[in-house]
């Protein structure tokens, strides 16, 4: 039976800033260049998911792909709700969020859905071991930032932690290919670089008054060498052919994430600074 819990969590980002994070801009950056991808990735995401229902046979694999499936389309409505505050504050944002959908819907088009399952458990390997590093560093990423966006992206961290095991299951039962998923590993991070580099430009022609050096600096600065160090080699033993998700080291944080969750808190206003307090 699957422990994935769908969590609908009331967020709000009205009158959000570009810079959330005064106190790290160039992550603030960052975090915003993922609002942008994950809602094209999850929605690519789902559709292949949607696609292989036809094609699971065994009821486990099926029960964990329909709370995935959830839980990743809920993440991608909050993460349109930032968006949206992006592009009402600089309307030129829309055409970052089209590019990005519509780079995704190109892919759906012209790959095999064998592609997409291979994409989604290649990269939702790499998710533990890099939001763990982001994760278990929240103070120095996101102590200063606008409780409700961090909040948000400590959210769905976690829950990315959660599902860490789901996108392998499902390209496992229905592909199960080992070599076809390695072989177009390379092609998938290239795809993401390129998204990720497109946002870039999109920022900085649409967004004025951000000082170029926020757009060049590590967004991960203040992260110690030694977990950036720790968070690359799991990426690498993501990809190996005896990964396994339910394996990995865990951030601290999800626990901690978990009870406040279930002690009824407002998790939609948890970490970081209350909206007005960060200036
Ligand atoms: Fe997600
Ligand atoms: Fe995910």
């Given at each position: ?44 995401l ?16 099926a ?15 909050a ?40 994409y ?29 966006l ?23 039962h ?62 690498f ?43």
């Amino acid at each position: 039976m699957s422990n994935l819990e769908v969590r609908r969590i009331p967020f709000n980002f009205d009158g959000a800033e570009f810079i959330w994070n005064p106190e790290n801009p160039a992550f603030s950056i960052m975090m915003n260049q993922i609002t942008f991808l994950v809602i094209g990735f999850e929605r690519y995401l789902c559709k292949a998911i949607r696609a292989s229902e036809p094609l699971i046979t065994d009821p486990v694999v099926a029960e964990e792909a329909k709370l995935f499936f959830e839980q990743e389309a809920v993440h991608a409505v909050a993460h349109r709700k930032h968006a949206k505050a992006l592009i009402d504050r600089y309307p030129g944002l829309q055409d970052a969020l089209d590019r990005t959908i519509s780079s995704y819907d190109q892919l759906m088009e012209e790959k095999p859905l064998e592609f997409a399952l291979a994409y989604g458990g290649g990269l939702e390997s790499v998710f533990t071991p890099f939001f763990k590093m982001i994760l278990d560093n929240r103070d120095v990423l996101f102590s200063g930032g606008d409780s409700r966006l961090a909040s948000l992206f400590l959210w769905h961290f976690c829950e990315e932690i959660e599902h860490r095991s789901s996108a392998l299951m499902v390209y496992n039962h229905v592909v199960g290919r080992y070599g076809y998923r390695i072989k177009n590993f390379r092609k998938c991070v290239r795809h993401v670089h390129s998204i990720v580099d497109m946002l870039r430009e999109e920022f900085i022609k649409h967004v004025p008054g951000v000082p170029a050096e926020h757009f060049e600096i590590d967004p991960l600065g203040a992260v110690p060498r030694l977990d950036k160090i720790r968070s690359m080699l799991g990426v690498f033993d993501s990809q190996m052919p005896w990964h396994n998700p339910e394996k990995q080291a865990l951030p601290a944080y999800y626990e901690e994430w978990l009870s406040h969750w279930e002690a009824g808190a407002d998790v939609s206003n948890i970490y970081g600074k209350q909206a007005g307090a960060t200036q």
